[in-house]
């Protein structure tokens, strides 16, 4: 049986068709559109536009600057809800590549979550351009604390992604479901509305979604710009850490068949 540090050694030694991989996946998303890359920016703003008016003209809200108390959340959401809907079906759409050569399998999702990642980081920069320019950039020190739940969140992501890929290839109708599921996981995740809102009965039920520690701790640092509380850490940590080994073991199960099943 192969062992942990031995499946870590290989990837490792692959790390090149890693790198080969996230390039093919950043540059050939929007292959073929009139804006090309720019839609890495222009969707979550499209999106915020939306939201917002959704929530702070139609359905009134006394969030202050309520963009930008949605922005902060948006991006690190697209980049989770994104790996759900269509991370899912990266080894299917590789399928000619993994029937033809041998490589590490957890290459696939590797590199397709760290290219969602990639694109995340990119819009980050419009987050702190528009933090600096409303004037909420206050508590820098508190940006120490954004690696970790980037990190987290990260985790978290290719868990999932490596147990939605790996059942999507025996059961097609996975990415049909996540997208179903990640559209209702979105409103069940305090992304447009403040933790504060639930009602206190229900709040121990909504932490067991793995998100919401996670989009808690984004909107502490960045918009209230607080340190996060050890108890939202410690939650979004057990939860990404959890995700990744439960992951990376069903992955490991699974993969043996996976050229038989595509």
């Not at 447009?192 to 709040?203: E, H, R």
């Not at 998100?211 to 939202?232: G, H, K």
């Amino acid at each position: 049986m192969e062992s942990t540090l031995d499946r870590l050694q290989e990837i490792y030694d692959y790390r090149e068709m890693i790198f080969t991989q996230v390039h093919r996946n950043i540059r050939g998303r929007y292959k073929g559109s009139a804006l090309g890359f720019l839609w890495t920016f222009l969707n979550p703003l499209f999106q915020l536009i939306v939201y917002t008016i959704l929530f702070s003209v139609i359905m009134r809200n006394n969030i202050e600057q309520y963009s930008l108390f949605l922005f902060v959340t948006l991006i690190p959401w697209i980049f989770f809800g994104t790996c759900m809907s269509e991370g899912c079906g990266c080894l299917r759409d590789t399928e000619d590549m993994i029937k033809k050569v041998y490589f590490p399998r957890e290459v696939i999702p590797i590199s397709y979550v760290v290219s969602q990642f990639i694109n995340m980081l990119l819009c980050f920069t419009i987050v702190f351009a528009a933090l600096f320019i409303a004037g909420r950039i206050t508590n820098p020190a508190v940006f120490i604390y954004l690696p970790l739940i980037m990190m987290i969140e990260f985790s978290l992501a290719l868990g999932l992604v490596f147990i939605f890929s790996a059942w999507a290839v025996y059961l097609r109708d996975v990415k049909y479901m996540l997208s179903i599921i990640t559209m209702a996981w979105q409103f069940m995740t305090p992304v447009m509305y403040s933790v504060d809102m639930i009602p206190g009965n229900l709040v121990k039920i909504f932490y067991l979604n793995p998100m919401t520690s996670v989009i808690v701790a984004y909107r502490d640092i960045l918009y209230y710009q607080q340190t996060p509380e050890i108890d939202t850490l410690a939650i979004a940590c057990v939860m990404g850490a959890g995700f990744l080994i439960i992951g990376w073991h069903l992955f490991n199960k699974l993969k043996r068949k996976f050229a038989e099943y595509l």
